[in-house]
């Protein structure tokens, strides 16, 4: 009896800190003003993509000739494109690929990563050289060269996962290989000082397994510059897939990103049609600078040195 009850209070005891934590991160994360306005911002573009087929009234897809090329007006407030599609509605159901490629391929990214830079760091020795010498030779890679040949590569594979709606998973499996040395890098300098704090020691002398001291005790002291990493690593992202899909070699039409938009409009700005490309480009730009203001105020708010 008397054991359980102690085991309350230490729950308990571990409750009020966990509270009294995210009380002082909320709070810290509250004063960075510009975090807060991205926050802000960037819920509105992801509410609009995941609502736009509730509130829209078009079809992302369905073309009139009588309304091709218009300008914004008060019925398509973002105007139309070559086929006479709303612009705002397809601007938004790109928003949920753009979106969703950016955070898939971020999670695939900081999970290659943090694998590899704590098993260097923890494990040290040969395995560390071996797997710092691999990061190296991904970072001296071309990072355009190597997304555009490993698209080419993965469209010749008959895999139906990697290309459907476009390509979708197949690119998101190429951004999140190709983004993952700098976690590595930031973990494993993590582990090498972590390793030798007296907890680490602790849990050595009780014979615990090094998987469970690696993923149990160490990693999730490192979770304040992964999460910040993260954070960053989905704006860079989802710029990498823009740039690719402008280019060509990302989604494929008929499904819409922010970046095969800008490219349908390369030849429409030509003609004086200056919304095609204008508002994939704001809907890029808002969204990179909301999640790097939001990287910015989580930085801040997960310093312990600011929350003392």
């Known amino acids: 009896m008397a054991t359980t009850t102690m085991d309350r209070l230490d729950l308990s005891v571990q409750q009020g800190k966990e509270r009294s934590m995210l009380s002082m991160t909320w709070r810290q994360f509250r004063r960075h003003h510009m975090a807060m306005l991205g926050s802000f911002v960037l819920l509105l573009l992801i509410l609009g993509s995941i609502l736009v087929s509730v509130v829209s009234p078009y079809d992302p897809e369905k073309s009139s000739m009588r309304e091709r090329r218009e300008p914004p007006s008060l ?21 949920r690929v753009s979106l969703t490629i950016g955070l898939l391929a971020t999670v695939v990214g900081i999970g290659i990563g943090t694998t590899i830079g704590a098993l260097a760091g923890y494990y040290g020795g040969r395995l560390d050289n071996i797997l710092m010498r ?68 602790a849990a050595r002398a009780l014979g615990i397994q090094n998987m469970r001291i690696v993923f149990r005790h160490i990693l999730p002291n490192t979770a304040t510059p992964i999460i910040v990493a993260a954070t960053l690593l989905v704006a860079n992202t989802i710029i990498a897939e823009s740039g690719l899909s402008f280019l060509g070699f990302g989604v494929q039409p008929p499904t819409p990103t922010w970046g095969n938009m800008l490219n349908a409009a390369q030849d429409e700005m030509r003609k004086g049609n200056w919304w095609m490309a204008f508002f994939p480009g704001l809907m890029i730009f808002l969204t990179v600078i909301s999640i790097n203001y939001i990287g910015d105020g989580l930085r801040d708010a997960l310093d312990p040195h600011k929350n003392l």
């Open 75 to 95: 019925q398509h407030p973002m105007g139309t494109d070559t086929l006479g599609r709303d612009m705002m509605t397809r601007l938004f159901y790109g928003g």
């Open 134 to 201: 691999l990061t190296d030779l991904f970072i001296s890679m071309p990072r355009l060269f190597m997304l555009i040949i490993m698209t080419l590569l993965l469209r010749s594979w008959d895999v139906p996962p990697l290309k459907a709606n476009g390509g979708v998973g197949g690119i998101i499996l190429i951004l999140g290989i190709l983004s993952w040395t700098g976690t590595a890098r930031l973990v494993r300098g993590q582990f090498l000082g972590l390793k030798e704090k007296e907890f680490v020691e």
